[in-house]
């Protein structure tokens, strides 16, 4: 679920509940987002040439302590392929909603039904957030693979990952990953 928060929101300024109002709800979220003008629709603009996705908004931390190191979600239930910090995983406040992925409830009271953004403390990883026009899905596995500029491993990854794609869609991917990490990778390392 990081990469629905990284880059990281810069913007100062108060995490103090305001009331909004989307498609008929009423929530909340922090004031210095409602102030910003990244935010959009309840979401966070900041990098979208980067993500290609919408961010979180930032709540701020969490009062729970531990770990936040990526972790995969595992129970009876479920197995996630999404990583959570290591401090959420058996945390009872971790819900998943069907729209936003996995959420914190620890203040529902306070921000409403769909929790706020997982606290990722002072972990960030190891290759910046990055997306594609398509909006197709980008695992790790495949930035690393074109980082390392290992394009055959990077298309069959793809092809994994969206069966029934085209060699040619998948090194037209290969060489967006690859450019927006030349882009975006110095940015992000010296953050």
């Known amino acids: 679920m990081y990469r629905k928060v990284f880059p990281r929101c810069e913007v100062e300024g108060s995490l103090e509940p305001v009331a909004f109002s989307h498609f008929g709800s009423t929530d909340h979220i922090p004031r210095k987002c409602a102030e910003c003008e990244n935010m959009f629709e309840g979401e966070c603009v900041r990098a979208m040439d980067q993500v290609e996705d919408y961010l979180s908004l ?10 936040c190191n990526p972790v995969l979600v595992e129970d009876q239930f479920i197995k996630s392929k999404v990583f959570v910090p290591e401090k959420c995983r058996d945390c009872f ?8 992925g996995f959420r914190c409830h ?6 409403g039904r769909y929790g706020k953004t997982l606290d990722w403390g002072h972990w960030s990883p190891d290759l910046p ?3 594609l026009e398509s909006r197709k899905e980008v695992s790790m596995e495949l930035l690393q ?9 990077a298309i069959r990854i793809y092809q ?9 869609e998948a090194r037209d991917a290969y060489q967006e990953l690859k450019d927006k990490l030349q882009r975006y990778g110095d940015d992000e390392t010296k953050a």
Do not use: M
Not at 93 to 98: C, F, G, M, S, T
Not at 145 to 153: N, P, R, S
Not at 160 to 168: A, D, V
């Open 145 to 153: 693979a074109v980082k390392d500029e290992q394009e055959v491993a």
């Open 58 to 67: 930032d709540y701020g931390p969490c009062r729970k302590s531990g770990l």
């Open 129 to 131: 957030n990055i997306g």
């Open 106 to 111: 620890e203040d529902d009271q306070i921000w």
């Open 93 to 100: 406040n971790l819900k998943y909603h069907a729209v936003f």
């Open 160 to 168: 994994e990952l969206h069966p029934g794609t085209t060699i040619r």
